[in-house]
């Protein structure tokens, strides 16, 4: 017996530790799911509907577990290093989370009818860092989702002083035309958010994944809550990634008029103009977008918008700024780097080009920059490594063989430079082509890079590479830095012009591409559904206007 009691003593003193440990260690160390279990129990009567009830219920439970699993996001170390404040949070929360409703159930007493809402959300460790990084980057999104946390609280507060008042009429028996209305009005505009909310859910990797239904959920927002300016901005979002540029302005306008502070509206617009070409009118929204949210993604596109006015020096302004509000971006450092090589400054845009290359070393484009950085300083040899990196990322990098090719040449390997210009002028290089045929020269390699097709337009009868070892010497190509100019929605300039692409198995799809590296290719179809492709196994060839 007394063996029987000491042991139960040493049982619970070793239960009593663990938990007390327990409390001290982190959230990551009870496992990397933690489940957010949440009931809000919302009694109703008098001038307020069950209707009213649930949809408010429903809005303050999901709340209030996002409130609950923002904690996990605070401890993370990518927050703790970023200047995110307590609405921030939220909005975090609600942007890489999902509040999902497991039950709602009616109950009533002797006192009250009134309905059990009970919210779950799933908080997954192992990815929930990397989320909240990419949502950080994104700081239009962001405010997008905190100006729908600020309009949700507004509404949920109004709800509570109507129910205070709905409670002291109906402890004497009354009710009101004008408070049933008023507690209509703020269910409807919290069905507005949960729609405004949804459209978000469509929203990955600085875009919607399905532009048509984010503006289908979108309408019914504003068709609930017309004065809703969040829902105006992110329609225009919607209407900018399907080309609709006039549109999406229309829908900016709106949710300034509506908003004027609305920083993201304006950042938006700002784009929407800069892709049609309107460059000033997108600088002027842009500083009015820094004036008031001073991200450095702001002053990335703003410099952008200045490149493509050739007006370098203030390009180099704003992207250095970017870089000293976040000097991790690889992006930022190339872009530079492209306005010190369009200067002339060769040595700062070879140092830019090391500092992106440092951060992201699978960019082709850089090493193609750099290689053209060394060839303006007369370092061929050194360019032509930089140019056999960059086509080893990118086996079908026309320009890159192009330079190489003018790079071998000028250093009397004919050879080599005219089988280069010959696979460039294959890929579709222009420049190449019409050095090649004023000289005779097919430009059909005897094997191509991967599976590109051979472009055979107008092509001459073979001569001798021997007849033509001068020539290659005298090919001058226009380095494709100089005509880059980094576009505003940051997508790549060598995929204007291409229209779609040719799959191995023959099939062809037309739209826009979104991004291209050596493994993938994404690709927004007309009807705007966003398809990935394996690059070397799936893809045979681009297709160009």
């Given amino acids: 017996m007394i063996i029987e009691q000491k042991l139960e003593v040493f049982v619970r003193t070793i239960i009593a530790i663990f938990l007390t440990l327990s409390l001290l260690l982190p959230v990551s160390a009870f496992g990397e799911i933690q489940t957010i279990t949440h009931t809000v129990k919302q009694p109703f009567g008098g001038s307020q509907s069950a209707d009213d009830a649930r949809i408010s219920a429903v809005a303050k439970a999901k709340r209030e577990a996002l409130e609950r699993a923002g904690t996990y996001i605070e401890s993370l170390t990518v927050v703790k290093n970023s200047q995110v404040d307590k609405d921030e949070i939220l909005a975090l929360a609600a942007g890489v989370l999902k509040a999902e409703v497991v039950s709602q159930e009616n109950y009533h ?122 829902a105006f901005g992110g329609r225009g979002a919607a209407y900018q990634a399907l080309g609709q540029y006039q ?58 918008a200045y490149f493509a006015l050739e007006q370098y020096h203030r390009a180099i302004e704003d992207f250095s700024e970017a870089i000293r509000l976040k000097p991790d971006d690889a992006l930022t450092y190339s872009i530079r780097g492209k306005a010190y090589y369009n200067l002339g400054q060769y040595q700062r845009a070879i140092k830019d080009c090391d500092k992106s290359i440092g951060l992201n070393p699978k960019d082709a484009e850089i ?46 390997n004919i050879k080599q430079g005219i089988k280069d210009l010959r696979t460039a002028a294959s890929l579709g290089h222009k420049e190449a082509q019409d050095f090649l045929r004023e000289r005779g020269i097919n430009w059909t390699p005897e094997k191509l890079p991967s599976t590109a097709s051979p472009d055979k337009s107008r092509q001459q009868p073979v001569k001798t590479i021997e007849n033509s070892m001068d020539a290659v010497q005298q090919y001058k190509p226009t380095p494709a830095a100089k005509a880059t100019v980094p576009s505003i929605l940051q997508l790549d300039q060598r995929y204007r012009g291409i229209k779609g692409i040719v799959l191995t198995n023959g099939n062809v799809i037309e739209g826009q591409i979104l991004s ?16 990935s492709y394996d690059f070397k196994k799936e893809v045979q060839r681009f297709i160009t206007e």
């Fill in 109 to 230: 007493t002797k006192d009250a009818f009134g309905i059990d809402v009970v919210v779950k959300v799933v908080v997954d460790m192992s990815v929930l860092e990397g989320r909240v990084k990419k949502l950080l980057q994104d700081r239009a999104h962001l405010e997008q989702l905190n100006q729908a946390r600020k309009k949700e609280k507004e509404l949920l507060d109004k709800v509570a002083k109507l129910e205070e008042e709905n409670r002291k009429l109906t402890a004497i028996n009354q009710s009101t035309q004008k408070l049933k209305e008023e507690f209509q009005q703020a269910s409807q505009g919290l069905t507005a958010i949960d729609w405004v909310n949804k459209a978000g859910a469509l929203w990955r990797d600085g875009k919607y994944t399905d532009p048509p239904k984010a503006i289908e959920y979108l309408n019914e927002a504003i068709r609930l809550k017309p004065d809703l300016a969040t």
């Fill in 247 to 304: 549109q999406a302005i229309k829908d900016y306008d709106e949710a300034i008029r509506l908003k004027p502070d609305y920083a993201a509206a304006y950042g938006y617009r700002g784009i929407a103009y800069a892709e049609l070409g309107q460059y000033q009118q997108a600088i002027k929204d842009y500083d009015e977008a820094i004036r008031l949210a001073p991200h450095e993604s702001a002053y990335v596109i703003r410099g952008s």
């Fill in 367 to 412: 090493y193609y920059l750099r290689g053209d950085s060394y060839g303006a300083l007369g370092n061929k040899k050194r360019a032509i490594k930089d140019y056999d990196k960059a086509i080893k990322l990118n086996p079908r990098y026309a320009d890159a063989y192009s330079q190489r090719g003018a790079a071998y040449g000028s250093l009397g």
């Fill in 516 to 531: 291209w590296n050596p493994d993938t290719v994404k690709i927004r179809t007309k009807e705007g559904k966003v398809l």
